[in-house]
């Protein structure tokens, strides 16, 4: 703001500031729909490795969120009601989003429910009630619905649901080389395209259990990489996460012995980390604006990833990002200078 002193009155001169996307030389709905654009590269591999089922997941995520968006947008047009998405192309972004980030051994139905959550609750829900989206939509949804369903079979086989422990990662021992080792059978691939193929090149290659968004990590890891380049990611929060689960991979595989990479591959690689490094952890209004707070978020993201993970929490990797989202308002408000001749601010300095 700039203020001009005269001998009468004061007057003030506002500037006006574009919203961030128009900074980057996109409209909103372009951002949204290359994003898209880069998620379908996506999308496409994750159909050739998975088949059909991801398929299926992929349009009936996006087929829920489209026919919730347009039937509201229809009732606010009736209404004389601003629409809230003038387009469907962030409706489209988050039916993507929700199809990727679901296990592809995930029941239909669970599917349909966590794109209804996702649209209906913490995305239209969030943005009428609070003003802002402070849990990201999809994780927010993945992770009640997981809870939810947790504790109504709690007393049954909670994983056959979907649920947050499967029967089978509890029994895992990630703690130890021996117990690392034998839990990775289930990445191994026999004969594709004649090659066999090892754990390791399976996590990063060709995963076929897992995040439908995480078939191909090295393919996601490009896109990904292509995207925060050419669509101003929050790049920040991506290196910061990355580099701080590779660390923590290949120490652990330092300390307990055995293969150093294939910790890198699974604790990195598996599809609901290295997809949500990408597309979830860097959605603008739930994750933390300032330079420092961006590397902080990507830092603790990464340790509490990783510690679910070794402790076999199935969809850590959201749970961290979720319980972040909460802290996001408080890391906004560090590097805020306190202005001058106030004795204190809401700021951290």
């Known amino acids: 703001m700039i203020i001009f002193i005269n001998k009468n009155k004061i007057n003030f001169e506002y500037n006006i500031i574009n919203p961030p996307y128009l900074h980057i030389g996109f409209t909103k709905n372009e951002l949204m729909l290359k994003t898209f654009l880069m998620m379908l590269v996506i999308a496409f591999a994750s ?8 398929f299926i997941h ?3 995520a996006m087929g829920v969120v489209l026919l919730v968006y347009a039937l509201i947008h229809s009732y606010q047009i009736w209404k004389g009601i601003k629409p809230t998405y003038e387009s469907p192309a962030s409706p489209l972004v988050t039916g993507m989003i929700v199809g990727l980030a679901m296990p592809i051994a995930s029941p239909f139905e669970i599917t349909a429910g966590v794109a209804l959550l996702t ?7 969030q943005g009428k009630y609070f003003s802002r989206k ?3 939509p999809a994780a927010a949804a993945k992770v ?7 504790i109504m079979f709690i007393f049954e086989n909670p ?23 034998n839990s990775m059978w289930i990445f191994e691939r026999e004969s594709i395209f004649g090659i066999d193929l090892s754990a390791t090149l399976s996590l990063f290659f060709w995963q076929t259990h897992g995040w439908i968004g995480g078939a191909c990590g090295v393919l996601v890891l490009i896109v990904g990489s292509i995207a925060a380049y050419w669509l101003k990611f929050k790049w920040r929060i991506i290196v910061s996460t990355i580099i701080t689960m590779t660390l923590l991979a290949f120490g652990i595989g330092l300390i307990t012995g055995g293969d150093p990479i294939l910790r890198i591959a699974f604790h990195v690689f598996t599809g609901s980390v290295i997809f949500m490094i990408f597309f979830m952890a860097t959605e603008p209004q739930s994750t933390p604006m300032p330079e420092r707070s961006q590397y902080i978020f990507g830092i603790v993201l990464a340790l509490l990833t990783f ?3 070794l402790f076999n929490v199935l969809g850590g990797s959201i749970i961290a990002l979720v319980l972040l989202n909460l802290l996001t308002p408080y890391l906004d408000r560090i590097g805020i200078k306190t202005p001058f001749g106030s004795k204190k601010s809401r700021g951290g300095e």
Do not use: P, R
């Not at 649209?119 to 829900?125: Q, S």
């Open 119 to 125: 649209i209906l609750l913490f995305k239209y829900g």
């Open 307 to 309: 510690m679910l993970q």
């Open 159 to 181: 994983l056959n649901f979907g649920m947050i422990f499967h029967t089978h990662h509890l029994s895992l021992n990630l703690f130890t080389a021996e117990g690392f080792q």
């Open 144 to 150: 009640l619905l997981l809870v939810v369903l947790s």
């Open 47 to 54: 159909v050739i490795i998975m088949g059909l089922t991801a």
């Open 58 to 60: 992929l349009i009936i």
């Open 134 to 136: 402070y849990l990201n």
